[in-house]
């Protein structure tokens, strides 16, 4: 979805990406995904399946958001939100400055979907199986995407 954003609005984004389960310290990543633009970090996301809890929120801050001096950081989850204490945290780092934000991760590809248009749509497919085409995806995202595929010409 970043690189069709930035196709579709012309932005000048750099998108790295962390290599999936690669141990944030040593890939030295301020989050799983990081946008930059010019040279400086725009945002970083980081997509997790794990429950987001005051502790995490607190070691992000320490360690990924002051560390790589990132303005903007993103934590997109699947299913169970950040718990009350998380959000709590993330208010009092706003309140000095710092934008940490939870969004649900299939919402935000919907509403992305919604917002770049009938004009813009194709091309997310294409980067998507760009993605799915890459070496470095791992086999069992590969095989999750056909599962996906083959249930949706089955109905």
Do not use: C
Not at 68 to 75: C, G, K
Not at 117 to 140: D, I, K, N, V, Y
């Amino acid at each position: 979805m970043l690189y069709t954003f930035k196709d579709a609005f012309g932005l000048d984004w750099q998108i790295e990406f962390q290599g999936i389960n690669v141990a944030d310290r040593a890939a030295d990543a301020g989050g799983d995904i990081t946008v930059s633009s010019t040279g400086a970090a725009v945002f970083a996301i980081e997509v997790t399946e794990r429950p987001i809890d005051r502790a995490r929120v607190e070691a992000t801050f320490n360690n990924k958001v002051l560390r790589h001096n990132l303005p903007d950081y993103m934590f997109f989850f699947t299913d169970t939100p950040p718990s009350p204490e998380a959000r709590a945290l993330a208010r009092r780092y706003f309140g000095q400055g710092h934008d940490m934000n939870f969004l649900p991760v299939k919402q935000w590809l919907v509403d992305g979907l919604a917002t770049i248009g009938t004009r813009h749509r194709p091309r997310f497919t294409e980067h998507l199986l760009e993605q799915l085409r890459g070496r470095e995806m791992p086999a069992s995202m590969k095989l999750a995407w056909n599962k996906i595929i083959r249930e949706l010409l089955d109905s």
